[in-house]
């Protein structure tokens, strides 16, 4: 939208052309147009677009007069302009609107030498006074504008916010909107999201699109106020009304998220799009994710790699010039290797800046580099450092991450009653994986006292949000009754819900409702289906039931060789049951040579992790074994459990 028309872009096809039909939606008479709304003063790119677009003299004129113009008009300008179609008499509004070079000041005479003690001195001569500073709070917002984006001067987010303040104080919404902005990142103030919601609101409750954008972004965060998402959803679209390409893409990330809204990846690939044409960065890299996922759209990699590299360069030079937001989202393309090579030093050095600045995103993705030990040596106590940082400021998934290291022993000394109540308050902020936490401690009675009911209560907020976590364990607490009555028809719904978003203990379990029966009639091929769908991904309980179906010739026929393969793979990854079907085979020979030391060594494994049968199978066959061949056994089971530490 510029001023008060619309230009829409139709592409008509046909064998021989591509033709491209513009269609201006006019104002109405000048008396009744729509207010001009002004992203600040016009490049000479803007105007050529506009003119070779067809605005009418008359309107281009005004909004040339309203916007002024960020170049100094040249021969080559007016050249450039003309071939667009530009008329004289908008050329002449530009001539009037665009900077006029400061006239140097006129050197002081030089004064001449005195002939004698006697001649007079001359005096020098006076500075020229200073122009005065303008107080009109539009040309004040213009000039922090200018400064801010680098326009004809050097970028200086400093003085920027200077000149933002002094028509901010003034009552000026888009000054309160884009101070509120540098507060929001840290750009030349510190970072404040209190002062930043308190301008976006002024600008807000004005009509100002990019100050309802920043109050729908800090409600959908949680910083500064309780995280809402029917508020972020509210004041987002309210500024994606106004076309700003940050409540675009807010309201796309609620879709994508399903949080205010109901999910729908489609939807959210549109206001992304919407966001991306106005070059938004982040909007880039969200449609690159979609594509790469296959949600909202088929699959497509090079079209995600195509995202992706706009994304990096659309944000690399506003990083560069220190811009917060985009250090951060530097650091995003850097640790994931989208659009640019991995490169985990240099995510942690975008990271830095951004999170030294107090920024709670990049404080939580450095915090998860220490975690990890990415560009950096693993040091838990100083992911908990940053993580809490971001903490302290109310941001959701940071209190979740300090709860998940209390509750692990990480970087700190494990304390269940400290995780529990950091898991709280983000579970009361409305994350959703705390929530699942935080029903994970009420179900074992782990920091609270045990509460299978309390627990159903949190994993079904969660599922109702769409957590895949929460839909499985709400489908656990139904397939065994803890906390609500027994029903498998409900488990089935949950399981589903689950699996069908990716979750393979949801799909190892759907396997195994089908496989038995529960809550459904019995299906040996769709057991088949969900066991392959996890077992493919690496589900060990998932392996362990597929290689049991191939055992048995359970929907196939049977195959001794794969069922085998599957039940080693489960059984390496630590999995009792796949670790006591693997010693089966071998205590038989049935699949494999008979072979009583394997046997021994994979039934104690078993047996070790509580599976009873295992360890009643171990002693019988003890009885079949010379004592060589039981010290063997106990060695190598010895050695494995050493090489694979349980998690």
């Known amino acids: 939208m510029w001023g008060g028309f619309e230009v829409k872009v139709i592409r008509l096809e046909c064998r021989a052309c591509l033709a491209v039909a513009v269609l201006w939606i006019a104002a109405l008479p000048l008396r009744a147009q729509t207010p001009i709304q002004c992203q600040g003063p016009l490049s000479e790119a803007a105007v050529i677009k506009l003119a070779a677009a067809g605005v009418p003299d008359g309107r281009l004129i005004q909004i040339v007069n309203t916007c002024g113009a960020a170049f100094t008009l040249s021969r080559e300008s007016e050249e450039r302009l003309r071939a667009a179609g530009t008329s004289d008499a908008v050329i002449a509004a530009l001539r009037e609107k665009s900077p006029k070079p400061k006239p140097k000041p006129t050197p002081p005479a030089k004064a001449e030498t005195p002939k004698s003690r006697e001649s007079p001195r001359e005096k020098a001569p006076e500075a020229p006074a200073a122009e005065p500073e303008p107080t009109d709070p539009k040309t004040q917002y213009m000039r922090g504008l200018a400064l801010e984006q680098g326009i004809n001067v050097t970028a200086d987010f400093k003085e920027a916010a200077r000149w933002y303040r002094l028509a901010a104080d003034q009552g000026y919404a888009p000054a309160q909107a884009r101070l509120g902005y540098l507060y929001e990142y840290g750009n030349g103030v510190d970072l404040d999201y209190a002062q930043a919601m308190q301008l976006y609101r002024k600008a807000a409750e004005q009509g100002e699109a990019a100050g309802q954008a920043g109050v729908g972004h800090l ?285 393979t203990d949801a799909q190892a379990n759907l396997g195994r409702m089908y496989a038995e029966g529960r809550g459904v009639a019995k299906d040996d091929g769709e057991a088949l289906k969900w066991f392959r769908a996890a077992a493919d991904q690496g589900n060990p309980r998932a392996q362990a039931n597929l290689g049991w179906m191939y055992y048995n010739g359970h929907g196939v026929p049977t195959d001794y060789d794969t069922a085998v393969g599957w039940y080693r793979k489960s059984a390496e990854q630590g999995n009792a049951v796949g670790q006591f079907d693997l010693a089966v085979v071998y205590a038989s ?59």
């Open 219 to 503: 409600y959908g965060l949680g910083l500064a106020v309780t995280r809402d998402d029917e508020e972020a959803v509210r004041w987002s679209r309210r500024g994606a009304a106004g076309g700003d390409p940050r409540a675009l893409e807010n309201v796309g990330l609620a879709y994508e998220s399903g949080r205010g809204v109901t999910r729908d990846f489609a939807e959210a690939m549109q206001w992304f799009r919407k966001a991306a044409d106005q070059g938004d960065g982040f909007a880039c890299l969200h449609l690159g994710e979609l594509f790469a996922s296959g949600q909202g759209a088929p699959a497509d990699k090079d079209e995600a790699a195509k995202w992706y590299r706009k994304a990096f360069e659309q944000m690399q030079p506003l990083a560069e010039r220190g811009g917060g937001r985009e250090l951060f989202g530097m650091g995003v393309l850097y640790q994931n290797g989208l659009g640019v090579d991995q490169d985990f030093a240099r995510a942690l050095s975008y990271d830095r800046k951004a999170a030294e600045r107090g920024m709670a995103e990049a404080q939580v993705n450095l915090g998860m580099l220490y975690l990890i030990g990415q560009g950096v040596s693993r040091d838990e106590a100083e992911a908990l450092r940053w993580f809490r940082k971001a903490a302290d400021q109310g941001y959701a998934p940071a209190q979740r991450r300090v709860g998940y290291l209390y509750a692990q022993g990480s970087g700190i000394s494990r304390d269940d009653v400290e995780a529990v109540r950091w898991y709280r308050k983000a579970a009361d902020q409305g994350d959703a994986l705390a929530q699942v936490y935080l029903g994970f401690t009420y179900a074992n009675g782990r920091g609270v006292s045990r509460d299978e009911t309390e627990a159903v209560k949190w994993f079904r907020k969660a599922a109702e949000q769409g957590e895949t976590a929460g839909a499985y364990y709400l489908g656990v607490t139904y397939d065994a009754g803890h906390g609500v009555p027994q029903d498998y028809a409900q488990a089935l719904v949950w399981y589903r819900k689950a699996a069908d978003a990716g979750n």
């Open 589 to 647: 020979g049935h699949g494999a040579p008979q072979d009583p030391v394997q046997a021994y060594m994979w039934y104690s494994l078993a047996a070790a992790q509580g599976n009873a049968e295992a360890g009643n199978r171990m002693s019988a066959l003890a009885k079949q074994m010379t004592p060589a061949q039981i010290s063997e056994a106990q060695r190598r089971a010895s050695d494995w459990a050493t090489q694979h530490p349980r998690k």
